[in-house]
């Protein structure tokens, strides 16, 4: 090892020691060692993220200390974009974030306690009544009006909510973490949390990267900001790192050595305005799952990048600038980086990447989500079959086409703005339609199967949606198809250029192009189907006013060049999953055999025997629409089962519920297009939601009468009897127990994407 890593890295470990040291506090009560666990167990399931009420963020002591402010960061009306309040990056201390508007919640105002005390006690001295569903006063769930009472306006809000103190409308804290808590705030909530800090092993790790991002030259500055574009949003892990230990890539003014002098751009790709330096620094705080998109490190992908990025003789003439125009365009940006080795890159960590736009990280997507159906598949066309990729003229004619929207987000011009990049956008969809017809007719090499990221299932949650390797459920009705340029269009636009604190003429532009993305990925998918077949199936996911949206949005598809996939005439879609199925089953990380049953036996093989029967049980509920399993209509969109085996152990089960819908082409209205009566359930094992609804806890020997009830339920009554039975309600006394043991599982299962679940959206059943 070389006497400047060495250094590097002292230097590395002196500053983040030099910045983690807080104040020395002698105090009976540690907040690290006694406040932070309750605040994670009983509060952080609610207060984290964007969509924290009141902005308060109890997942460190920064937040607790930044306290809470009455402005949403969700608006969907403001006229001009509002000042961001990203917790770590857009002010520190609380002195700062009170000049930004904040409010204390800890400080004592003059003879009364501070405002949390307050809040605490009230909902200490009103507790539910344990497993009862909650009164019909008490209002949940994304629409609730947040009073975000001030300290001078707690005694109004507690004389026209008596029933909503914290935690609201849930089990709430033991006496001793109550009286811990109270202990602490009138002590003056001394907070004596240490930042988290690196492994001498993992510092060395981040020296390496930093010092490959940070390398001198043209073409080592273009790829470092093409990479830390596609990296900003990730929680990085080395290979045999710390448990728990995640990193984040920012732009700092300082060089590796030095305290990170943080860059706080609104966005990724906006002007630093001096010379950068990418740093790693570890994520502070209590990892929420909502906000954890995982992304790993090694020396294998070290190799990796050196040789798709630093191997043969590409140049970079001149290094591009900033501002709207390259934000708009990162294929004109940085089309000095071959594209193979862009696309490759993607291609590597595929989930990852459609993570980022379909999951997360803003907390309520429902600007995204309600453009993409409940359910289908992602697939990838592989490089070699990319005209993107292997022909510089259809590269060169395609790259000004594909700009996108929302960098200008004049309220006035959103309209006109809208038709310039549509009518962009449709130019590219002939280009790429009538090129592609000259092309050799896809077959099953189009499609890319590098690794277990080239098969991916979404299943939406009305305004979140999650992500999974390996392609679950019955087959859906729609499925992607993405290219380079639809994977990194969307990535950007929802990703890297989206702004959740922006305006509504720039939700609006980048709500609009998702549209159109997922036209484009529709078309792409149609391409391998029969020509004679397309017409029909975009007329089935096009259905109402969606016809009328092809007519005056979408470019026509082409339904007349031929596939070269053999595929069963009467239904060739579902003869291209079952295909798909066998032929890529070695990448299809996740068989379903209980929601594609296609014997006697619809469950796991090599499991306890109890799950095995559960698993047979619950397959009748699977792929049956609505109208024949009424009970659908009484169910959330992401329950939990909750499965104990006699000997003690437990599975867990994600029941989704999957909304159909005659399109999903339009901004407004969803609730005019549901048809519920076409409405599914997916089974599956594993937490395949960031947000669960509801949870029922059953004995496997009990998962047959379970079943049998599901069926027979026809009204609310019956299915009231069913939460009774079965259901952990808010108010359970065991709530807590049974809503972290779903965290407990993804460790056990998946331990680098455990994170404390959230329960905004945990409903009242």
């Known amino acids: 090892m070389s006497y400047r890593v060495i250094t590097s890295i002292f230097m590395l470990l002196l500053s983040w020691g030099a910045a983690a040291q807080g104040p020395s506090i002698s105090s009976a009560i540690s907040y690290s060692r006694d406040i932070q666990p309750i605040f994670t167990e009983k509060c952080v399931a609610c207060h984290a993220c964007n969509d924290s009420p009141c902005q308060l963020n109890l997942g460190s002591g920064e937040g607790a200390a930044r306290g809470a402010t009455k402005v949403p960061v969700y608006d969907g009306d403001r006229s001009t974009a509002a000042a961001p309040t990203r917790l770590f990056f857009d002010a520190f201390g609380k002195h700062a974030w009170q000049q930004k508007g904040f409010y204390p919640v800890l400080d004592a105002q003059g003879s009364q306690a501070a405002l949390m005390a307050r809040m605490l006690e009230l909902g200490h001295k009103t ?3 344990p497993n009862a569903k909650l009164p019909e006063d008490i209002v949940l769930g994304l629409n609730r009006e947040n009073m975000c009472a ?3 306006e707690f005694d109004g809000y507690a004389s026209s909510h008596p029933k909503e103190g914290m935690p609201l409308a849930v089990t709430g804290l033991t006496d001793q973490q109550y009286q811990t808590l109270q202990r602490w705030l009138a002590s003056g909530a001394p907070i004596d949390e240490q930042a988290l800090m690196p492994s001498a092993k993992e510092a060395l790790e981040v020296v390496q990267w930093e010092n490959l991002l940070n390398a001198p030259g043209s073409r080592q500055s273009l790829v470092a900001r093409w990479l830390f574009e596609h990296w900003f949003l990730a929680h990085i892990y080395f290979k045999d790192g710390e448990p728990g230990h995640f990193f984040q890539w920012v732009r700092s003014r300082t ?9 706080n751009t609104r966005r990724p790709n906006d002007d630093p305005g001096t010379q950068v330096y990418y740093r790693l620094w ?12 995982t992304y790993p490190l090694s020396a294998a992908k070290m190799a990796r990048i050196k040789s798709l990025f630093y191997s043969g003789n590409w140049q970079v003439n001149a290094l591009p600038g900033y501002g709207p125009e390259r934000r708009a365009n990162p294929f004109a940006t940085f089309e000095a980086i071959p594209a ?17 736009f379909i999951r997360g990280p803003v907390c309520r997507g429902q600007i995204a989500t309600d453009v993409i159906r409940d359910n289908f598949w992602a697939l990838f066309q592989a490089p070699e079959h990319d005209l993107y990729i292997i022909d510089p003229n259809y590269r060169g004619q395609a790259t000004p086409l594909l700009a996108m929207p929302g960098q200008n987000d004049d309220v006035g011009s959103v309209l006109s703005l809208w038709r310039d990049y549509r009518d962009k956008r449709n130019e590219y969809e002939a280009l790429r339609r009538d090129s592609y017809a000259e092309s ?8 890319w199967a590098g690794n277990d990221n080239a098969l991916l299932s979404i299943f939406r949650h009305f305004d979140s949606a999650s992500v999974n390797k390996g392609l679950i459920g019955d087959v859906p009705q729609t499925m992607w198809l993405f290219d380079f340029p639809l994977l990194e269009r969307t990535y950007y636009q929802l990703a890297v250029n989206f702004d959740v604190f922006g305006n509504v003429s720039h939700q609006a532009q980048t709500r609009l192009y998702f549209d159109l993305i997922r036209n484009g990925a529709e078309q792409n998918f149609l391409r391998l189907m029969p020509a004679d077949s397309r017409d029909g199936y975009l007329d089935d996911w096009y259905q109402d006013g969606g016809k009328f949206k092809m007519w005056l949005d979408y470019e026509a598809i082409d339904d007349d060049t031929p596939t070269a996939l053999k595929l069963d005439e009467k239904d060739p879609k579902r003869d291209f999953a079952q295909q798909l199925l066998a032929r890529y089953g070695d990448l299809n990380a996740t068989p379903d055999p209980i929601n594609r049953c296609d014997g006697a036996y619809c469950s796991r093989p090599n499991i306890d025997p109890d799950l095995q029967n559960a698993e047979q049980a619950l397959s009748s509920l699977t792929s049956r629409p609505a109208a024949g399993l009424r009970v659908i209509d009484q169910l959330p969109e992401a329950t939990m089962l909750r499965i104990e085996t006699t000997g003690g152990k437990r599975e867990v089960y994600s029941l989704l519920r999957n909304r159909a819908h005659s399109n999903v082409a339009f901004l407004v209205g969803e609730s005019l297009r549901y048809q519920p009566g076409l409405d599914t359930l997916t089974i599956f094992p594993g937490v395949l939601s960031s947000y669960p609804n509801f949870m029922f806890n059953i004995p496997a020997d009990q998962v047959p009468a379970f079943v049998e009830a599901m069926e027979n339920a026809k009204d609310t009554d019956s299915f009231e009897k069913i939460v ?3 259901g952990i309600r808010r108010s359970h006394r065991q709530f807590w127990f049974y809503f972290h043991d779903l965290s407990r599982y993804v460790h056990e299962t998946d331990p680098m994407e455990e994170g404390v679940l959230d329960m905004n959206r945990y409903e009242n059943l």
């Open 127 to 129: 507790p539910l009544q």
């Open 150 to 152: 001030m300290p001078a």
């Open 255 to 263: 060089p590796t050595g030095q305290p990170i002098d943080l860059i």
């Open 282 to 293: 570890p994520v502070q705080g209590v990892i929420v799952q909502k906000t954890h998109i």
């Open 340 to 356: 193979q080795a862009r696309y490759q890159f993607m291609l590597d960590n595929a989930e990852y990447f459609v993570r980022t």
């Open 440 to 447: 050799p007719a896809p077959s099953w090499s189009t499609l």
């Open 724 to 726: 009774e039975r079965w």
